[in-house]
């Protein structure tokens, strides 16, 4: 398959990292499909990419953490665009920092918990069996390396929630050892911003998107975790595949 009959579902697309995936898929030729809450992202996001590409990109409103929506999603997706090749997942949000774990209540670390976890559970349970048969389709989790370590005093649930996801796609690179689907992990170690919300060794979110999209358009390494520390690494890790697990 060429990239112009691939057709990628870019999970979380609509957010801070999604976004320069979704750049960097629709600049080497993919068509794009990106579901979101909030049709007001959606909006951005369209005014985002680069506009000889907007064609490309098919954006529907509903919510994949939710088990009746995320199907209904499915439905809606394969109607409109006809099938899904390939998916990114980089659900989740960019901070949170609500105090102390003995200052917060239940409700504050269930939605957390949801926001990170449940949701990647749930629309991976509704969309790989889309993919998983197939050697030429591939399915990316988007992680981040709050899951190991405390950030900064406040942060404790995003570790806690972050931990869980990393766990997830651990035991799902175990547990589906064998299937022709290329599985894979990009765990970012540092943070992530747009030019103008930089901080010292973050990633560019749209260099990000371009070494996302290499590995995606590749399809030549599964069941592996590419650790980014930093720029540099998006291309020694990820585009010269050196330092992959």
Not at 29 to 45: C, I, M, P, T, W
Not at 176 to 182: D, F, G, L, T
């Amino acid at each position: 398959m060429s990239n112009g009959e691939r057709v990628v579902l870019a999970l979380g697309g609509a957010g801070t990292v999604g976004s320069g995936l979704v750049k960097g898929l629709l600049d080497r030729g993919f068509k794009v499909a990106v579901v979101s809450r909030d049709k007001n992202k959606l909006e951005k996001l369209r005014d985002f990419v680069s506009p000889s590409t907007k064609g490309n990109l098919t954006t529907l409103v509903g919510d994949v953490g939710s088990e009746e929506e995320a199907e209904e999603v499915k439905q809606a997706l394969l109607k409109s665009v006809g099938k899904i090749t390939d998916v990114v997942s980089s659900l989740g949000f960019s901070w949170w920092q609500g105090g102390p774990p003995h200052t917060q209540p239940l409700k504050e670390l269930h939605w957390v918990i949801e926001t990170l976890l449940f949701s990647t559970f749930v629309s991976w349970k509704t969309f790989f069996p889309l993919v998983r048969d197939d050697p030429n389709c591939t399915y990316t989790f988007i992680t981040g390396g709050a899951g190991e370590k405390l950030l900064m005093p406040g942060t404790g649930f995003l570790t806690v929630g972050s931990a869980g996801t990393l766990a997830f796609c651990q035991i799902l690179r175990e547990e589906y050892a064998e299937v022709p689907c290329k599985l894979n992990q990009v765990k970012i170690n540092t943070g992530v911003g747009t030019p103008e919300r930089m901080g010292p060794g973050y990633l560019n979110h749209v260099e990000l998107g371009e070494a996302v999209a290499t590995l995606v358009e590749r399809r030549n390494k599964s069941h592996t975790v590419f650790n980014i520390n930093c720029p540099a690494d998006l291309k020694t890790v990820i585009c010269n595949d050196k330092g992959a697990l």
